[in-house]
């Protein structure tokens, strides 16, 4: 009995912690994010309400079956019971997976808009450093013979090149809000990883890969960036922020920016 009590008290205690919402998730910032969410939410109640039914009959089953000194019964299986609880999860697991399948394409597979405004997002070891076109819309010619960080030079810039004259280089990803984003993600040395909790995003860069990560952000904020791959001795140090403001401000940060490298050069 006291057995049976335990098992009850456990699994109502489980599904509390998750219910109460204590530790969660922060806040998403997108469309794509929210729709994470509420098939987590789904998937969570789905296999919580699974998991309390089935630990509240095997409670009762240790009372009703407990040893009495009685004979043991044999108990006939049923076929059509086997059945019908086979067909439920199969049903169960593929309806999830399909239905999450939507969301995962929608992250992976969406065609980025036209005019997405193009960030270049480097990971080595251990920083990220971010590069936008500037107004000409192009990135300059890089290679790893102009690789040079203490210079401020993480992608190797080449200065012969005039469109990397304007290219802006940056440690934080600044993002406009409600505008479509293209990431390319790359790496210098291993494989690293792209993580913005609220963005519910998580992407790999691995080196010679350009791996394109398109999404939109509709709340102004600053959220972390954690390389989610572990990638060397300093990988809990490799952080920078994802920077999402309103398009005035983004405007007037760009500006700054650009009067900044003309004063250089
Ligand atoms: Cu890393």
């Given amino acids: 009995m006291l057995l049976a009590i335990l098992v009850w008290l456990l699994s109502?205690?489980?599904?509390?912690?998750?219910?109460?919402?204590?530790?969660?998730?922060?806040?998403?910032?997108?469309?794509?994010?929210?729709?994470?969410?509420?098939?987590?939410?789904?998937?969570?109640?789905?296999?919580g309400g699974i998991f309390l039914i089935a630990h509240l009959i095997l409670g009762y089953c240790i009372v009703r079956?407990?040893?009495?000194?009685?004979?043991?019964?044999?108990?006939?299986?049923?076929?059509?019971?086997?059945?019908?609880?086979?067909?439920?999860?199969?049903?169960?697991?593929?309806?999830?997976?399909?239905a999450s399948a939507r969301i995962w394409a929608g992250v992976h597979m969406t065609v980025p808009s036209q005019n997405a405004l193009r960030i270049e997002v480097l990971g080595k070891q251990f920083a990220w450093s971010a590069r936008y076109t500037g107004p000409d819309g192009k990135l300059g010619r890089t290679s790893v013979k102009f690789i040079n960080d203490a210079n401020g030079n993480p992608f190797g810039i080449d200065d012969a090149d005039p469109a990397g004259k304007d290219d802006i280089v940056t440690s934080t990803v600044r993002v406009p809000v409600n505008t479509p984003v293209l990431l390319t993600l790359r790496s210098r040395d291993v494989i690293h990883n792209f993580f913005v909790r609220e963005l519910r995003i998580k992407q790999d860069a691995v080196p010679g890969m350009e791996i394109p990560l398109p999404f939109i952000a509709d709340k102004p904020g600053t959220y972390e960036v954690a390389c989610s791959e572990l990638c060397g001795l300093g990988h809990h140090q490799m952080r920078s922020t994802l920077?999402?403001?309103?398009?005035?401000?983004?405007?007037?940060?760009?500006?700054?920016?650009?009067?900044?490298?003309?004063?250089q050069q």
Avoid: C
Avoid at 19 to 32: C, E, G, M, S, Y
Avoid at 67 to 79: A, I, L, N, Y
């Fill in 243 to 263: 920077v999402v403001m309103t398009q005035e401000d983004y405007d007037q940060w760009q500006k700054q920016m650009l009067e900044q490298l003309r004063q």
């Fill in 12 to 47: 109502f205690g489980i599904v509390g912690l998750f219910a109460i919402k204590r530790w969660w998730f922060p806040d998403p910032i997108n469309a794509l994010a929210r729709d994470f969410d509420s098939h987590f939410a789904l998937t969570a109640i789905l296999t």
């Fill in 65 to 98: 079956f407990r040893d009495r000194g009685e004979q043991v019964k044999q108990f006939d299986p049923s076929t059509k019971m086997e059945l019908g609880w086979t067909i439920a999860g199969t049903v169960l697991f593929v309806g999830l997976a399909v």
